[in-house]
Structures are given as structure tokens and as C-alpha cells.
Nanobody, 114 residues
Framework: VQLQASGGGLVQAGGSLRLSCAAS????????MGWYRQAPGKQRELVAT???????TYAASVKGRFTISRDNAKNTVYLQMNSLKPDDTAVYYC?????????WGQGTLVTVSS
């Protein structure tokens, strides 16, 4: 199983980006899909998660600006990021978790210029 993240790039402050992460290969039921990020010199942190029951959690720093969604038929999770700030600059990683397994994507770089 591989998770392929895409959609990162360079954007000016106030702009928007939409990240996608799709799983390829044989994958079972995905309980939780999530996005994490790691800025230079900092630890990886949770951005948002969405469960199979569509319960959603956001980091306080992104609440009201980011929206997570999932397409179970496509084994894909999305992250719509609006009103981006320079502090949002980081490598964004997707994460899929089942009952007994977890996979990480390779990361996609988001750079927000001021």
C-alpha cells in the first residue's frame, strides 16, 4: 500500500491550496484519515483528522481556515486550505489508520510567502 500526496506548492499569504492523498494497493477499511505537518526545526503536528463516521478534529491553529474531507470510494482524503499564513509553511503528510495498521504518505511541501 502506498499513499500518494499531492497539491502542495508556493502560495502567497491569504491564498488557498487543496491537498489530496490517495491510497493505492489493497487496503482495508480506513478508520481514520488525517493530515499532519512538520515545519523546519519543529516536531510533526496534527492538522486535521476525519473518522469513518465523519467525526472531524482540527488543530486550533487551522480551525475555520482548513477543511478536511474524504471520499471512501476513492480511498482519498482532501485538505482545503484557505487564508494561508506564513506559519502554515511545512511538509504536509497524510496518514491512514485501520484497526491494526497505519500508513504515511511521502509528504508534500507547502510554502506560504508573506
Amino acid at each position: 500500500v502506498q499513499l500518494q500526496a499531492s497539491g502542495g506548492g508556493l502560495v502567497q499569504a491569504g491564498g488557498s491550496l487543496r491537498l489530496s492523498c490517495a491510497a493505492s494497493g489493497s487496503i482495508g477499511s480506513i478508520n481514520i484519515m488525517g493530515w499532519y505537518r512538520q515545519a523546519p526545526g519543529k516536531q510533526r503536528e496534527l492538522v486535521a483528522t476525519i473518522t469513518s463516521g465523519t467525526r472531524i478534529t482540527y488543530a486550533a491553529s487551522v480551525k475555520g481556515r482548513f477543511t478536511i474531507s474524504r471520499d471512501n470510494a476513492k480511498n482519498t482524503v482532501y485538505l482545503q486550505m484557505n487564508s494561508l499564513k506564513p506559519d502554515d509553511t511545512a511538509v504536509y503528510y497524510c496518514n491512514f489508520e485501520g484497526s491494526r495498521w497505519m500508513y504515511w504518505g511521502q509528504g508534500t511541501l507547502v510554502t506560504v510567502s508573506s
